[in-house]
């Protein structure tokens, strides 16, 4: 019961916030009138003394409301905050015209203007949650014929989820957005929860919203197709909702019986909603830059010939290169001691390096490409690189790398591409490499066919 009567308390603060608003208004028209009535002070401290008495109330309704109607702290955060700084802010100014000697400093119109700019804000961001951010911006924007900017979506690689379920890729991410606001686990609006599957099987108050023996009479797929002015119409029209690639999406994973396990590679996602809802091609190079390297180590490193260029203009990531210093040996690591999250590319082959440099490559975080052509590595504690999430290729070319040590490189995840070829010897565990894997490795054993 008690229950009961806090959610009733709490869906009366969009009435209850309008008579602390209401009393701020007429105490700063009176101020600004002050000429006019002699018994002005009197009267701004009766306004203001109910001001923050109904404020007070207004926050505790709120704040009940947030509790018991399932809004995020994150959404709400702003709004709670300078309404409670505009409720102490009435209590400070009835303080003041009480007479409390710590406020007789202020001046009377100080208080004025703060509180206009306080009720200006608060009713900005309460008519946000309200109405939605746009709710002031999109007249504005519509007068003025300017474009609204788009917040970029986070991308989201293909390559990453095709082996994920539809569930988890695309329509939980649909229904986070568009459903989970009205339908969670402290606001479930017809008894609906969306935001874990088991109450998504279970449904709300009418059953459940899938059907999986007639899929096309699930109610989810019948409210998402009505017209935007029915009521029953999912999302309600207030709210934000499907875009035409969504609702195709949700209806053929309904239509084809709401499958909770089945990955995306086998949904056969179309080439055009694979581009709406993915990026296809992942970036090669690691997208978040490092810090600036400082110049005096670039500086360094070019006094012995040896290559650093970034990979363009503004980027903090850097190839480089011993081709022109085949002395270059494990010792001259320390070279690149303060840079070596800023190498993506690194080229050591000709040179005398040994399999010691493991244990330093791997500290280099965003290495992408090694190339260790024509050098004495045999392979010995390459695992010691099996951190390194962002290296691609791999090449040892005419190195003394050993057959043992392939095997090793089947743990290596982010590997595309490992170039092996040894112009001396024929590595014969080929044909074991698993089957996922042979396309990685290029042996180099190149044959023109017989047209005979």
């Known amino acids: 019961m008690l229950d009961n009567l806090l959610v009733l308390f709490g869906r009366f603060h969009p009435i209850i ?71 102490l802010l009435s209590f400070a100014f009835y303080a003041h015209l009480k007479g409390v000697s710590l406020l007789k400093t202020i001046k009377i119109r100080v208080f004025t203007w703060a509180h206009l700019v306080l009720i200006c804000i608060t009713g900005h961001l309460g008519g946000t949650l309200t109405h939605g951010k746009e709710h002031l911006t999109e007249p504005v924007n519509s007068l003025l014929q300017i474009s609204p900017i788009e917040k970029e979506k986070t991308k989201k690689y293909f390559t990453d989820y095709q082996d994920k379920t539809v569930f988890s890729s695309l329509i939980q991410p649909i229904l986070q957005d568009k459903c989970v606001k009205c339908h969670n686990e402290k606001k479930s609006k017809g008894g609906l929860q969306l935001h874990r599957i088991e109450a998504f099987k279970k449904g709300g108050k009418n059953g459940s919203v899938l059907d999986f023996d007639l899929p096309e009479k699930s109610e989810l797929l019948v409210r998402i197709h009505l017209p935007k002015e029915n009521k029953k ?35 056969n996602l179309q080439n055009e909603l694979v581009g ?64 070596e999250e800023n190498i993506v590319s690194l080229d050591l082959s000709h040179t005398m390096i040994t399999d010691s440099v493991f244990s330093l490559l791997k500290n280099y975080s965003n290495l992408t490409v090694l190339k260790l052509n024509n050098t004495k590595i045999s392979g010995a504690d390459i695992r010691q690189l099996l951190g390194l999430r962002h290296l691609k290729r791999l090449s040892l070319i005419n190195s003394l790398f050993e057959e043992q040590f392939i095997r090793e490189l089947f743990d290596f995840k982010a590997l595309e591409k490992v170039y092996l070829f040894q112009e001396n010897s024929s590595f014969s565990q080929q044909p074991q490499i698993q089957k996922n894997k042979i396309g990685v490795f290029d042996f180099g054993d190149y044959r023109l066919e017989n047209f005979e």
């Open 276 to 339: 709406y809802f993915f990026s296809t091609e992942k970036p090669f190079y690691p997208q978040t830059e490092a810090p600036p390297p400082n110049p005096k180590v670039i500086e360094r490193i070019r006094t012995k010939a040896i290559s650093i260029t970034p990979l363009h203009q503004a980027s903090t990531f850097f190839t480089v290169s011993t081709l022109n210093y085949n002395a270059f040996s494990d010792k001259d690591f320390a070279l690149f001691e303060g840079i």
């Open 233 to 267: 119409h999912m999302p309600p029209p207030s709210g934000k909702q499907l875009s035409k690639e969504e609702i195709q999406v949700l209806s053929r994973w309904i239509e084809e019986g709401s499958s909770f396990d089945q990955n995306l590679e086998e949904f």
């Open 17 to 87: 916030v309008h008579l602390p608003i209401g009393f701020i208004l007429l105490g700063i028209l009176i101020d600004f009138s002050r000429n006019k009535f002699q018994w002005y002070k009197e009267a701004l401290q009766l306004i203001f003394f109910w001001a923050a008495i109904s404020g007070l109330f207004s926050i505790l309704s709120g704040f009940f409301q947030f509790q018991k109607e399932g809004y995020e702290w994150e959404t709400i955060q702003a709004h709670f905050i300078v309404g409670v700084l505009t409720v």
